[in-house]
């Protein structure tokens, strides 16, 4: 069995990629590109085996530059069997399993190679069970032991000021929103419910969107709707892409409302068991 020390956790949710170790925490990209596109932008050679994905540093700059030959939200595409990236056929394991290699070597650097390490992964809490395995597969496949727990978990636990028994938690991600109820209680963390808000179109300027008026009404509508009334104090936890707006409508309507910093959900991951997913 890994010690705390060994374990890694790794939020691919809302977009991004934060990354925790029990001593440290970053904000990464998951940005992936094809090592043909890297090797064009910096005139070098390609690896022996011809193209690889790649997510690192390099891949940051060129996003940079190029962002039509880069996948800025590789973990969006789990659904599906391949992925075109920059005209490569991508197998989708091949896609998700680049942002958590980029993860475990910023790890591995921070806190020492070499050392045998269970990942801990932060799954969309829209995801259902098939796209969560595959995540896991995908990392399992680096050569660690992994398992998954729901984004709305650890966005419950963030904020070691929390202490309301609902949590209604929003994750807003390139696509939409996810809004989750969970209930804190003794005996642990329960996802009672949770409902997905899409974009209208994720290219239009989002302040001419209503997404946010769609998302309050979806966390009152949980918060109204699916707890017992006088059932305890309940609060709503934002983070991700719109999350700034959404608590400013929540402080607009008296609903009790925080934002959540990036790298607190992925610290909170070390924190919670994994069968939770």
Known sequence: MTGPGSRVAVDLTCSGLAVATASSSAVLAPTVAPASVLAAADGSALPPGGDRIECSA????????????????????????????????????????????????????????????????????????????????????????????????????????????????????????TVSLVERTRAGLTLVDRAVIHRWDPCRDAVRDDEVARVLDAVVGMRQGRRAPGSGSTEVLARGRNAERVVDACDAGRLLSFLVPDPAPVEAALRIPGTAA
């Open 58 to 177: 390099r891949v940051d700059a060129v996003a940079g530059r190029h962002p039509d030959r880069c996948l800025a939200d590789p973990v969006a595409a789990a659904h599906r069997d391949r992925v075109d990236v920059a005209g490569l056929s991508v197998p989708v394991p091949e896609l998700l399993a680049a942002p958590v290699a980029r993860a475990l070597r910023w790890a591995g650097a921070t806190d020492g190679a070499g050392v045998a390490r269970e990942v801990v992964l932060v799954a969309p809490s829209h995801w259902g069970a098939a796209r969560t395995a595959r995540l896991v597969s995908a990392a399992r496949g680096l050569g660690v032991g992994a398992h998954a727990v729901r984004g709305a978990l650890v966005t419950a636990e963030a904020l070691p000021s929390s202490s309301a028994r609902w949590a209604v938690c929003v994750e807003a991600w390139t696509a939409g929103t």
